[in-house]
């Protein structure tokens, strides 16, 4: 079976100030990687425009209504200190929360083995009824409600292992028993939340703090010691990944000292884990990476791994 990239030339029309970390040219640099040859057997597909009823799982309608009726027709509109939004930012948005309900529905249903998804804005900061740290909606858990009220999946897992916590996953969460919420993040760091006794009403959110500087082996122990098998008990029918790639040391966001092969493992885990308990099902989908040479790296080694596994490698 085959990897399906789900990406669209609309998330390059989301454009945030001069200077700004989430640019255009991320999205251009991991294309640029995922071109050459190795990447040729990808199903390559167009994200779709998502469903306003999708987004409304994880978001009250009046906030996906001011998000859409401050679209700006020239300029930004600054819905916080860091967080803008430009004339291509709604449709950008709609094709970030496509892109992940569309591979949710194909690797559900067996059209493609596993997926990652290249779309902009991010999502994982995006709370219930704010947008912040450079997004708008929050993507993944989008996806893991998609996959319990269209699927009728029982059990499905988040796990993200960007740099900094995924508050919003969190928060649009908390109450929902039905899916697991994994994350490794540094701490102290944007946005201040993530400590271990941040847990959900019901218990099911993991959160494992990172001191500053941690590299490999304090993060192999901590995801092999506590995430996955934490997350292996609970055995998701369907795991979803943030993939933020801000860990990596030469990133200028933050201060975790991960290397290009450490994506590989992680993701080779993740796969790991996919396969215990959900016939290898991983949805993957973007979030941080602003050194824009470690994000084409680790995207390109995160992608090759779910292409080998996809393929029973």
């Not at 991320?26 to 425009?49: G, T, V």
């Not at 092999?224 to 979803?240: A, C, K």
């Amino acid at each position: 079976m085959t990897t399906a990239l789900y990406s669209h030339p609309d998330c390059l029309a989301h454009v945030n100030p001069p200077g700004h970390p989430e640019q255009v040219a991320r999205l251009k640099a991991i294309a640029a990687a995922l071109a050459a040859p190795n990447f040729d057997p990808l199903d390559r597909r167009e994200a779709p425009l998502g469903a306003v009823e999708a987004i409304r799982r994880a978001h009250p309608l009046q906030y996906i209504e001011t998000i859409r009726d401050n679209i700006p027709d020239k300029g930004w509109v600054q819905i916080d200190a860091d967080t803008a939004l430009s004339p291509g930012s709604w449709t950008a948005a709609l094709r970030a929360v496509g892109a992940m309900t569309a591979a949710v529905d194909a690797v559900l249903t067996g059209e493609v083995a596993n997926a990652f998804i290249a779309t902009r804005p991010p999502g994982h900061h995006a709370e219930r009824a704010q947008g912040m740290g450079f997004c708008l909606f929050a993507n993944a858990a989008i996806g893991a409600l998609h996959a319990l009220e269209t699927h009728k999946l029982s059990r499905v897992a988040i796990l993200d292992f960007d740099v900094h916590h995924g508050n919003g996953t969190q928060d649009v969460l908390w109450n929902e028993s039905r899916i697991h919420f994994a994350s490794s993040h540094q701490m102290p760091l944007y946005p201040g939340t993530g400590a271990r006794h941040e847990r959900g009403a019901y218990l099911q959110v993991k959160n494992a703090p990172l001191d500053p500087g941690t590299g490999r082996e304090a993060m192999q122990s901590t995801w092999e010691g506590e995430i996955l098998p934490w997350v292996r008990d609970w055995s998701p029918e369907l795991v979803i990944v943030s993939a933020g790639f801000d860990a990596h040391a030469r990133d200028p966001l933050a201060g975790l000292h991960w290397e290009t092969e450490d994506f590989g493992w992680i993701t080779e885990r993740i796969c790991d884990l996919a396969d215990d308990c959900c016939d290898g099902r991983v949805v993957s989908t973007l979030e941080g990476g602003y050194d824009l040479e470690a994000l084409a790296e680790s995207v390109g080694l995160h992608v090759e791994v779910l292409m080998a596994r996809g393929n029973g490698q």
